[in-house]
Nanobody
Framework: VQLVESGGGLVQAGGSLRLSCAVSGFISDDWTIGWFRQAPGKEREGVACLSAGDDSTYYADSVKGRFTISRDNAKNTVYLQMDNVKPEDAARYYC?????????????????????WGKGTLVSISS
């Protein structure tokens, strides 16, 4: 499985951005796919995760109501729609996947233990 993120860039606070994660390789229904972020000097944290089996979604409290994770199976792509972004959302965003359905664990633990990672895409916020 390979993951390639895109869509990062500079966005004004209050604006929107959509990140994409192109997935190559087979992902079955017992997989977890998620978005994680790491700002300079901070630990990696979970942003949003999706359970491939039923498309149930989970979000960090800091982004609930503002970010949406979704996937397009036909395009083998997972998205993170970021609305009403805040300065504290600035970070490198990573897409990750694992063949375990520990979705809430991965979200809470910042993706610890997930096997497959992209290289990340940088999101900068101007105030």
């Amino acid at each position: 499985v390979q993951l390639v993120e895109s869509g990062g860039g500079l966005v004004q606070a209050g604006g929107s951005l959509r990140l994409s994660c192109a997935v190559s390789g087979f992902i079955s229904d017992d997989w977890t796919i998620g978005w994680f972020r790491q700002a300079p000097g901070k630990e990696r944290e979970g942003v949003a995760c999706l359970s491939a089996g039923d498309d149930s979604t989970y979000y960090a409290d800091s982004v609930k109501g503002r970010f949406t994770i979704s996937r397009d199976n036909a395009k083998n792509t997972v998205y993170l729609q970021m609305d009403n972004v805040k300065p504290e959302d600035a970070a490198r965003y990573y897409c990750a996947a694992d063949h375990e359905e520990d979705t809430t664990f991965y979200l809470k633990m910042g993706g610890y233990g997930m096997d497959y990672w992209g290289k990340g895409t940088l999101v900068s916020i101007s105030s």
